[in-house]
């Protein structure tokens, strides 16, 4: 990490602390946000890492960056150009049924059960990978 150019800590304002119980309305506008920060990186030639082990230290690395004690930290992205290949982007199949898992759950076969199995308008229902 200390390599490292670009360290995006993403956090969440929390006034008067996290609430009891369920949190997923006050992670539910970081975890988005970070996730497309990371894609948007990639898409110009860098790499990202979602990381959280930093939060063992949540409350030093508060004290060193300034942060107030009413914003609670949730991921840490470390960012940088990579030093290997460049990024390469996913191979797409052809179409269903050409080794993608979903395609081998979905896709029916005359002669075979469907039993279980989603469909839609009385068809077999494939999500095609992107």
Not at 5 to 32: D, F, M, R, T, Y
Not at 88 to 97: D, E, L, W
Not at 108 to 120: D, E, I, L, P
């Amino acid at each position: 990490m200390g390599d490292v150019p670009v360290l995006v800590l993403g956090c969440i304002h929390a006034p008067g602390g996290l609430p009891e119980g369920n949190q997923a309305g006050s992670w539910g506008s970081l975890l988005p946000a970070a996730w497309s920060y990371m894609l948007a990186a990639r898409a110009r030639g860098l790499g990202t890492a979602w990381t959280s082990l930093h939060l063992a230290y949540e409350s030093e690395i508060a004290e060193l960056l300034g942060i107030p004690a009413d914003v609670r930290q949730g991921v840490l992205i470390p960012t940088a150009y990579h030093t290997g290949e460049p990024p390469t982007t996913r191979v797409r199949r052809s179409g269903p049924g050409t080794g993608s898992r979903w395609s081998r759950c979905f896709t029916s076969t005359a002669g075979r059960s469907t039993a279980g199995r989603s469909t839609v308008e009385g068809t077999p229902y494939v999500k095609e990978s992107p």
